[in-house]
Structures are given as C-alpha cells and as structure tokens.
C-alpha cells in the first residue's frame, strides 16, 4: 500500500497527475495546464514532487504483483541523459516480452550489471537463460552469478548467450521509453530520472497486460497498485 498522508490533494487526483505524465509525452507545464482544465490548481513544482515521491513506490508494489515471467531472458541497456550527461537505463524482458526489472546506473561497468542481475533475480527468481549484447560488463556480471550458484553448491549454471539477433526484442521494447523521455529533454537530478523512469515502466507493464485486472482500464490498474 502506498502512504498518501499528508498530501492536500485527494489520492485520486495525485494519482491521475502522475500515470498521466508517465503514460503519456507531456512537460510538467502541459501537465499543470491538463489539470487546471479538470479544476485542479497543481503548479509544475508540486507535479514534479509527485511523480519522484510515488513512482518508486508503485513501481515496488508492481515489481511484486505482476504476472508470472518465463525464465529464459532478454537483457540490454539504453541510455538516458541527466544533468547533460548520459546514465545508463539497465532493462530486461522474457522471451514473450513481459517486463522482467529496470535499474537507471551511473555507470555501465561490472558492479552495475551485477547489481541489476542480483535485483532481477531477487524479484523474479533465477534465470534458465539470459540473452545479452556483447558487453563484456554485462557477461561479467552473469559470470559472477554462476560464480555464487557454484559457490552455493548448485549443480546447474544460468546459460548465458551473446547472439544480436536474439536481443532485438528488448532494443525494440527500449522504443516506448525513449518515446516518453525525448519531450522530457534530459533530467535534472539522478533521482528524479530514477523515479520517472519506474513510472514510465509500470505504464508500459499496464500496457502488456502484466497485471492479474487486465480488463480494467489503464489508470484503474495504476491506482490498484497504489492500493
């Protein structure tokens, strides 16, 4: 459940002002204008603090909700400015393209992609298969998964492929992400490009149909998982 105290806004208001700046490609001035016409007196300031303080949190209640995913894995980075400079936007999918986890880092390097494997893993259980690109960060970062599998006396090993043409689903999947960051025009802080982004994924998960209430509409599945 999400804490809404202290807001002097009704939850639902909160809510629809940040699945709609997740969902769709709008400023937060465009946004401040959407709500003045629904009667609602938001400046931009006060949308921005919205979407960096609840986005994380249901993106966590949304991490643990969804539909069950395969265990063989696509995984790839994408890259995202903030502050003029470029972070690294670690994602990854199944095979059918469900949303697996997401981590914004900013480095691309060994200890990044372990982390973001180790997160992955926690929240969704161990792998069969992983596809991934050429980084040899990323297959250092597989390599030191099994490394713990071993270390752990487990007899099977996380198989790990680096073929191109299987990873065309997750670099066609970074599409929707980059379609909502391009107006945004580069973040401001690391936090703020951290929160957004998980608000911009849990959009895109609404949109596979990843939720068990798939015949709701897409704000009735965001507002479920702030419940």
């Not at 603090?49 to 063989?72: D, F, G, M």
């Not at 986890?101 to 893993?121: G, K, N, P, V």
């Amino acid at each position: 459940m999400v804490d809404f105290k202290g807001s002097h806004y009704p939850k639902d208001v909160v809510l629809y002002a940040v699945f709609f700046y997740v969902r769709y490609a709008v400023s937060y001035r465009d946004l401040e204008e959407i709500m003045a016409e629904r009667g609602v007196a938001a400046d931009h300031a006060t949308l921005n603090r919205w979407v960096v303080k609840y986005s994380p949190l249901i993106a966590c209640q949304a991490r643990r909700r969804k539909s069950a995913t395969s265990r063989s894995w696509r995984m790839d980075e994408t890259y995202i400015q903030v502050k003029g400079k470029w972070t690294y936007f670690y994602r990854a999918v199944d095979k059918f393209g469900k949303t697996l986890d997401f981590m914004l880092s900013e480095h691309r390097d060994e200890a990044a992609a372990s982390a973001f494997f180790t997160r992955m893993i926690e929240n969704n259980g161990w792998p069969e298969k992983v596809v991934i690109d050429k980084s040899g960060a990323n297959l250092a970062g597989l390599q030191n998964v099994n490394w713990l599998l071993l270390q752990h006396g487990w007899f099977w090993l996380v198989e790990i492929l680096q073929v191109k043409y299987l990873n065309n689903m997750i670099e066609q999947d970074h599409r929707f992400i980059k379609t909502l960051t391009r107006p945004m025009r580069g973040f401001k802080s690391f936090p703020s490009a951290s929160a957004t982004l998980d608000g911009i994924e849990v959009a895109h998960m609404i949109r596979k149909h990843q939720f068990p209430a798939s015949d709701q509409s897409a704000f009735q599945q965001f507002a479920a998982l702030a419940a």
